[in-house]
């Protein structure tokens, strides 16, 4: 058995990697697990960029909570010395009758977030590449934008095993139900004993506690795609794009500009079919495909 630990923190994505490292900086001892590594390609925290924005309709509490995470993330760059963050800016696009977009200004404007409100003019001006003829105005947040995060969930990771944290890839045995948690116990027959134990597991949660959450998560695919622009055309590399959100759109597509030569990203932020994040197939299908050019064909003209 491996020795006790304060705590044991069972996956290493964005939540479990910043919960280690708060637990480590209160003075306890600290154990970090996961399956496949820190953001890994199974990750739902994980891939080359992800969006952080301070908008999220009426829901104060998750803006109050992005205001606090930027910061945070742009001390770990500045302590291992690499730009992690791209302040791209956040452009939301929607309609007069968008009661969301509505609320996310009012809430930027109460907890002093730097916005800009745009009708459809200066937003056709501003991004000629784009074309949303159905959106009547929009909002920006200039200093949000882009986290590299792979890099940064790794960045994060290697810094808690400098700190004292042990890290360890393995896989985690469903615990066994009744009484208090003393240990828990690998694929591999290792055990690991903590004072308390925290699961930031994801996708993988209900498949460890099938009895409790198997009715109450459901994994689903959602597919990304990265573009590449035309030879010589920077008109989807910032600063001439920012991410974007497309309200009016039923599948709600967003984009992020193309960051370090990856491509410009874009997806629709609707649940696809179940979904195991250990097995599932994660080819596109063609129907996928045709999907997202007929959008493109209608919405880009860069």
């Known amino acids: ?77 500045a302590r291992v010395g690499n730009s992690l963050f791209h302040p791209t800016g956040v452009l939301w696009l929607s309609d007069d009758a968008d009661v969301y977009l509505k609320s996310l200004c009012d809430v930027l404007g109460r907890t002093g977030v730097k916005h800009e409100k745009l009708d459809a003019a200066a937003i056709a001006h501003r991004w000629p590449q784009l074309s949303f003829p159905e959106v009547t105005w929009g909002v920006l947040e200039p200093e949000s934008g882009v986290l590299l995060a792979r890099r940064s969930v790794q960045a994060l990771v290697s810094e808690l095993i400098k700190g004292g944290v042990d890290y360890t890839t393995c896989a985690i045995a469903p615990p066994r139900a009744g009484g208090n948690l003393a240990v828990i116990e690998t694929t591999a027959g290792t055990k690991v004993a903590a004072g308390a134990y925290v699961f930031a597991c994801g996708p993988w949660l209900p498949k460890l506690f099938p009895e409790l959450l198997s009715s109450r998560i459901f994994p689903t695919r959602q597919e990304v795609f990265f573009l590449g622009p035309p030879p010589a055309n920077t008109s989807f590399q910032p600063p001439a794009m920012p991410v974007w959100l497309h ?28 979904f195991d994040p250990d097995i599932g197939m994660r080819v596109v299908p063609q129907a996928s495909v045709d999907h997202l050019r007929a959008y493109l064909q209608k919405h880009i003209t860069g």
């Open 1 to 77: 058995m491996k020795k006790a630990y304060d705590f044991a923190v069972i996956g290493a994505g964005v939540f479990g990697a910043w919960t280690a490292d708060f637990l480590r900086r209160s003075g306890a001892s600290v154990t970090l697990l996961d399956a496949y590594g820190p953001a890994s390609s199974r990750a739902s925290s994980g891939g080359e960029t992800r969006v952080i924005r301070m908008g999220y309709g009426p829901d104060e509490l998750y803006t109050r909570w992005a205001i606090r995470s930027l910061p945070l993330w742009r001390e770990l760059a």
């Open 247 to 274: 309200r009016t759109h039923p599948d709600l597509p967003y984009a992020l500009p193309d960051i370090e030569n990856r491509g410009f990203k874009i997806a629709f932020d609707r649940h696809g079919e179940s």
